[in-house]
């Protein structure tokens, strides 16, 4: 089961929901149905790797991870 992003047409909130079949979620902020699909770039775990994982990088553009401290993982 995906996670997708979404962006509410509503209130403009984006976030992440676990999508099961033909599911429509629904925005957790204000409650309204008119949700849009966002492209995101699917994310794996590379073993070994001597990064940190942090998912906020691409967000934030910093060549090193900061420990998750900067307040940009949450909106990844």
Not at 22 to 44: F, L, N, Y
Request: hydrophobic share 25%; proline share 8%.
């Amino acid at each position: 089961m995906p996670i997708y992003e979404y962006t509410c047409q509503g209130c403009g909130q984006a976030f992440e929901e676990l999508v099961r079949g033909d599911e429509q979620p629904a925005c957790p902020t204000c409650g309204a149905q008119r949700v849009e699909k966002q492209m995101s770039v699917p994310s794996a775990h590379v073993a070994g790797s001597s990064q940190p994982a942090c998912p906020a990088r691409d967000v934030c553009g910093s060549s090193e991870c900061c420990g998750q401290n900067c307040g940009m993982a949450k909106w990844t």
